[in-house]
């Protein structure tokens, strides 16, 4: 069995400073064999936020890869956004903006959706999709993990990330078999599966850290593969609460080539 710890949208410098220690508690607790971040993990990208984020990630005893999100660059320094985007994740995150975590028989693939050119909505190219193609493992459960998600539900009024059907289209056709996204702030899994039998299966996390009232909640999930299965822990942190209730679980399976609840 290979684990999976998924934390997306910390928000340092807006982040639940009582919920920071409980979190990083139960992630050391976890014993994931690989951590992965999905971006924004600052507020507004500045240094002392990411002198936060940096000194919380060091604090993580697994392996760990992140990506970087929209919050994580200038957003009202234009020249700086423009410029030099992400000179302050390189020097407190890490200098690879796409890095990969293998463990066991489980790849991820970071894949930075950041567009500077327009601040919120991402983006992601053809050149960045045959990347993720080309290194595709057949003997592995093959995972995207970026910040933006690649499709979103009706209600959500956010635009959808630049590129993001046809990189589904491939990543499907060519052997993505899970996508972990964060930046709506919103829990999703599965929500897809009905669309035309599609094989991959999204992960949208919620918000790890951020304060935001309206939120509502803070969370993070483990995802433990073992061969064709999938057990899923979503812990949950509600706003009104003072930590994180036991964890919900869902299960599912690819027996049959398409992900299914088991």
Known sequence: MTRILHLSDLHFGYERVALVEPLLDLVNAARADLVVVTGDLTHRGRSAQFAQAAA????????????????????????????????????????????????????????????????????????????????????????????????????????????????????????????????????????????????????QAGTALCARPGDRQNEFATLDFDGPNLRVERHVAPMDEPGFRPPEQLRFTRRSGLWRPA
């Open 56 to 203: 919380f990630l060091r604090r993580i005893e697994a392996p760990l890869i992140a990506v970087p999100g929209n919050h994580d660059i200038p957003l009202y320094k234009l020249a700086d956004r423009m410029m030099r985007p992400y000179r302050r994740w390189r020097r407190a995150i890490a200098r690879n903006l796409e890095p990969v975590g293998h463990v066991g028989a489980v790849r991820v693939q970071g894949v930075n959706s950041v567009d500077p050119m327009s601040w919120q909505r991402g983006a992601i190219s053809s050149a960045q999709v045959a990347r993720v193609v080309a290194a595709i493992q057949p003997d592995c459960v093959n995972i995207a993990a970026l910040h933006h998600p690649m499709q979103q539900r009706p209600e959500v009024d956010k635009a959808l990330m630049k590129g993001a059907p046809d990189a589904l289209v491939r990543f499907e056709t060519q052997g993505v078999q899970l996508v972990l996204t964060g930046h709506l702030h919103l829990w999703s899994i599965g929500a897809f599966q009905g669309e035309s039998g599609r094989p991959i299966l999204q992960v």
